[in-house]
């Protein structure tokens, strides 16, 4: 079954670095996210990606992060300047259909900024 | 923006009893409610959904049901069992944004 795959799975970083998050979603899916769950609380919406660009994005999604589609593959998201409020674990999903089908989530990639 | 309220935050039951989950979301624009169940450690996993066209909808012991006009949506999970134990959260969603709910910890008492 073919699913969502994301790497790392564990980074730590010092504050201030630059991190990048990266994600393959499922083939023949079009649209790609990423949210966050600090850890024990809820999934919060970052972003979302259709046709090479942002569709919609959360007040958390500021100056400091950015996504890219670098290849037919990758789904990135960098984070310029990590803080300590970054911690948290990244999923990425990827959905057939606009806002109206089932997200598929990778793993995770677990954040630590120290 | 869509903002998504979600109770109780915990909830016990007997295992074999039944378990209702509740949200409601504010955007009346919101026309896909989803639900996703997550074990520990794992990734969120869609267990049922339901559009703003149904009214409910079934799928052996889970159920979920919407009232567009309260602008509320329940899950509801009868004869529980111990692999039922997880978080669940509920989701509302227009366009490209799946806004979450903060979720339930689902505990089976055995």
């Known amino acids: 079954e073919p699913e969502v795959t994301q790497t790392p799975s564990h980074q730590v970083t010092q504050m201030g670095q630059e991190v990048i998050l990266r994600c393959v979603p499922i083939?023949?899916?079009?649209?790609f996210y990423w949210y966050r769950q600090i850890l024990g609380q809820k999934v919060e919406f970052l972003v979302s990606f259709y046709n090479n660009e942002i569709s919609e994005k959360s007040e958390i999604f500021d100056d400091q992060f950015s996504v890219e589609r670098p290849d037919g593959s990758n789904f990135t998201l960098k984070i310029r300047s990590t803080k300590l409020e970054d911690s948290a674990m990244y999923f990425c999903a990827s959905s057939e259909a606009r806002g109206r089908g089932e997200l598929f989530f990778g793993e995770g990639s677990r954040l630590t900024v120290l | 923006g869509e903002n998504v309220e979600q109770h109780p935050s915990t909830l016990s039951v007997q295992e074999g009893d039944s378990a209702v989950i509740k949200c409601t979301y504010s955007?009346?624009?919101?026309?896909?409610f989803p639900w996703y169940k997550q074990e520990l450690g794992k990734r969120p996993q869609l267990i049922i959904d339901i559009r703003s066209n149904v009214g409910e909808k079934k799928d052996q012991r889970i159920a979920v049901t919407l009232n567009k006009t309260a602008k509320h949506f329940s899950l509801h999970i009868t004869e529980t069992q111990p692999e039922d134990s997880a978080v669940y959260f509920c989701?509302?969603?227009?366009?490209?944004?799946?806004?979450f709910g903060k979720g339930t910890r689902l505990h089976i008492l055995p």
């Open positions: 083939s023949n899916h079009l649209y």
């Open positions: 955007d009346s624009a919101s026309n896909y």
């Open positions: 989701a509302a969603s227009r366009d490209d944004k799946i806004i």
